[in-house]
Every structure is written in structure tokens, then in C-alpha cells.
């Protein structure tokens, strides 16, 4: 069955600092895997995705993720953090980019000054 | 419209009572999904439309859970007789017959009291 495994349910870290967050899934077949940020108050907000080519992957905000199908992982980075990058984010797998998503349970992220 | 938008925003009903969540997609977009996010949870499938059929219907947690969508766009989540546990935060996501991925809603935080 699919699933998306996020072991880190909260990380803090000091603003600059760098950042990773966990993500390993279960997938039969090549996923289509994806990260999502979720803002207090706000909807979900696509960061980045993968569906094939290059493992590493550029989004939105300055955040990177690359896709290490030996590890089954699809780990989120970034190199220095800002407090506006408190948030929860979420990371999702799916069949194709149409299909349905299985999402993971979310790491909440804390930025200190 | 300009992003996908979903009403009410907030809902209380009293454990017994019947709801109905609406959501409307982006213009054009053929696929539409529901998604719940109880406290402490991931987001969780609820059901998949592709024009106005559910392909995927998988994830209703019981018969007092249904969906409809008309026209290709407008969807309605219809809960009936809601019990607590029904409360949680109601997302809708849509996406383009092209491609590219989901966009969501701000979701509609149902309380059942």
C-alpha cells in the first residue's frame, strides 16, 4: 500500500540555519512526490514537485528536495532559514500529477531568532 | 476564479444535523478532490472527481459521507447526521486536465457539537 512516512513531527531551528526534512515513502510503481507548506490560517501551497529527470528539485521559497529512489526518500532542504518559514509542511505521493495524493503527517517547523 | 474557494469557512452544527460543504474549483479544471485534516493528522483522501464522475471514492469513511459534482465544477460534500468525530478542517484541491499539480482551497473547519 502507499504510504509517506514524515518521522520528524516537530523541528525547531534558529533563523539562518540550515534545514531538512524528512520524508520516505512506499510506492510501488515511480511516484509522483511533492511537498506542500501549510501557513497558520492558510491553505496548502504546492513548494515543489517530482515526476521524473533531474533527482534534485528547485521550489519556490529557496527549498530544494531530492529524490533518492535507493532510499526511498525525498528529503526537503534549505540552506538558510527565515522566520517566515515557520509553517507546517506536508509531503504527498501520488500516481501521476492528476491522481489522488497520500500525504504524510506533516513537520511542524519552528524558526527562533 | 482566481483560486479554488470553498464556503462556508467556519461551521458549527449540532451532532445529529446534516451539512453540506461547497467548494468551487478553478476555472477549467477537470479534476477535483476532498481531503480532511482532523487535529494532529495528515490529510487524509476523501474522494476524486474527474469531470462529474468519482472515479475514486475510496476514502468516504462511511455511507453518511457522499459528494457530488455538477457541470464539471461546483462539488458539494453532503454529511449526514454528523457526529464529532466528523470535525476537522474540509480541504478541496482541483487541477488542470494538462497537468501540473493540485491546487487547494482554504478549506472549511467543520465543529460538530
Known amino acids: 500500500a502507499q504510504s509517506v512516512t514524515q518521522p520528524d513531527i516537530h523541528i525547531t531551528v534558529s533563523e539562518g540555519a540550515s534545514l531538512e526534512l524528512r520524508c520516505n515513502y512506499s510506492?510501488?510503481?515511480?511516484?509522483?512526490l511533492f511537498w506542500y507548506v501549510q501557513s497558520p490560517g492558510q491553505g496548502l501551497q504546492l513548494l515543489l514537485k517530482?515526476?521524473?529527470?533531474?533527482?534534485l528539485v528547485q521550489g519556490i521559497k529557496g527549498f530544494e528536495a531530492e529524490f533518492k529512489r535507493s532510499q526511498s526518500s525525498f528529503n526537503l532542504r534549505k540552506p538558510s532559514v527565515h522566520w517566515s518559514d515557520a509553517a507546517e509542511y506536508f509531503c504527498?505521493?501520488?500516481?501521476?500529477?492528476?491522481?489522488?495524493?497520500?500525504f504524510g503527517t506533516g513537520t511542524r517547523l519552528q524558526v527562533f531568532p | 476564479g482566481a483560486g479554488v474557494s470553498q464556503s462556508p469557512s467556519n461551521k458549527v452544527t449540532e451532532k445529529g444535523k446534516d451539512v453540506e460543504l461547497r467548494c468551487d474549483p478553478i476555472?477549467?479544471?477537470?479534476?477535483l478532490y476532498w481531503y480532511r485534516q482532523s487535529l494532529g493528522q495528515g490529510l487524509e483522501f476523501l474522494i476524486y472527481?474527474?469531470?462529474?464522475?468519482?472515479?475514486?471514492k475510496s476514502g468516504l469513511p462511511s455511507d453518511r459521507f457522499s459528494a457530488e459534482r455538477t457541470g464539471g465544477s461546483v462539488s458539494t460534500l453532503t454529511i449526514q447526521r454528523t457526529q464529532q468525530e466528523d470535525s476537522a478542517v474540509y480541504l478541496c484541491?482541483?487541477?488542470?486536465?494538462?497537468?501540473?499539480?493540485?491546487?487547494f482551497g482554504q478549506g472549511t473547519r467543520l465543529t460538530v457539537v
Open positions: 484541491a482541483s487541477s488542470s486536465p494538462k497537468g501540473g499539480s493540485a491546487f
Open positions: 476555472s477549467g479544471h477537470t479534476a
Open positions: 510506492y510501488g510503481a515511480t511516484p509522483y
Open positions: 472527481f474527474q469531470g462529474n464522475s468519482a472515479p475514486d
Open positions: 517530482y515526476f521524473s529527470g533531474d533527482t
Open positions: 504527498a505521493v501520488g500516481a501521476s500529477n492528476t491522481d489522488k495524493l497520500i
